[in-house]
């Protein structure tokens, strides 16, 4: 069983980058913290402790996409070797009717057998997907301030340092880094809508708080490096045809809010090792406030009676 006390490092631990690590060797090592466990601990260290305890999350068809979107932008040398496109199976019904229907046995089992004889290092990506990849290929070629963060960049670089202000052990891993008198920091993320408007709703939402990931990166690429990070980057690109790209970039001022919600939640999680107490959400009774956006609904159907 994992001791979080183990997240706490010596004085002596030396900030270090390391560019060979693989990505799954990164995202299975709880030996440190990631973007991920601080906006879990942020919601709730009982839910952070929960997480940190228990396996690997199971793969998510949201991530794979993404994952197959970062190896083809990023990586597309690797991405050309590993990504084999899955055929469609035919299979005959009980009332022997031919069919593609994923759902039929025959169907299935047909293609359990082709997947079983797939190398271990196989993408498999249907017609749809590539043409996907393709399309945000294509968008990101047409946009040069993208094509600048992109070029010469190293992708998928993992990083570790020790917190300097509760000597906790984080890692980071940005898509994109560039290090010469300052070090220049991109993340590529898949949206389905770019606009600044609702890109960067989602961007600074509960659920994703991306915010609080860069400045991650930033902090951490900062300390490892030893170089000023001055701003941070996001290439955001449309999973739909015309598959759109925006490119946005945060200034520390941008991040304000990001660190101070990182700082808090570090010294929380602090805190909670050395009492060894992981504290639910909620811990006294709390009133429950009317939506406005009920409000407002209700009041629109009032003046809807009213009229008729």
Request: glycine share 6%; with cysteine.
């Amino acid at each position: 069983m994992i001791n979080p006390k183990d997240l706490i490092l010596s004085h002596n631990f030396k900030n270090s980058w390391c560019p060979d690590l693989s990505d799954k060797h990164y995202h299975s090592d709880k030996t440190a913290l990631g973007s991920s466990s601080i906006r879990t601990a942020l919601r709730s260290l009982k839910e952070f402790y929960w997480e940190f305890q228990g396996e690997e999350k199971k793969e998510t068809k949201d991530m794979r996409l993404g994952k197959i979107i970062h190896m083809a932008i990023l990586e597309p040398e690797r991405f050309r070797q590993c990504y084999v496109i899955e055929p469609i199976f035919e299979g005959r019904t009980q009332k022997g009717e031919l069919t593609t229907n994923p759902n039929c046995k025959e169907v299935k089992e047909k293609r359990e057998a082709w997947l079983a004889d797939l190398g271990p290092t196989a993408m498999v990506i249907d017609e749809n997907e590539m043409e996907m990849i393709t399309g945000i290929a294509t968008s990101i070629q047409e946009y040069p301030d993208a094509m600048m963060l992109i070029e010469d960049a190293r992708t998928e670089v993992s990083g570790y340092y020790r917190d300097p202000d509760t000597g906790l052990g984080m890692k980071i891993r940005p898509d994109m880094l560039l290090i010469g008198d300052v070090a220049l920091i991109t993340d590529l993320k898949s949206t389905v809508d770019a606009e600044e408007f609702k890109f960067g709703t989602q961007a600074f939402g509960d659920d994703k708080r991306y915010d609080i990931q860069l400045f991650q990166y930033a902090e951490g690429a900062r300390l490892i490096s030893g170089k000023d990070v001055p701003q941070v980057h996001i290439i955001a690109v449309e999973k739909t045809p015309p598959y759109e790209v925006a490119v946005y970039y945060f200034l520390r001022e941008d991040l304000a809010q990001a660190e101070q919600d990182y700082r808090a939640t570090l010294r929380k999680i602090k805190s909670a090792i050395e009492f060894e107490k992981w504290p639910q959400r909620q811990m006294t009774m709390q009133r429950i406030r009317t939506p406005k956006w009920f409000i407002n609904n209700s009041v629109e159907q009032d003046s809807i009676q009213e009229g008729v």
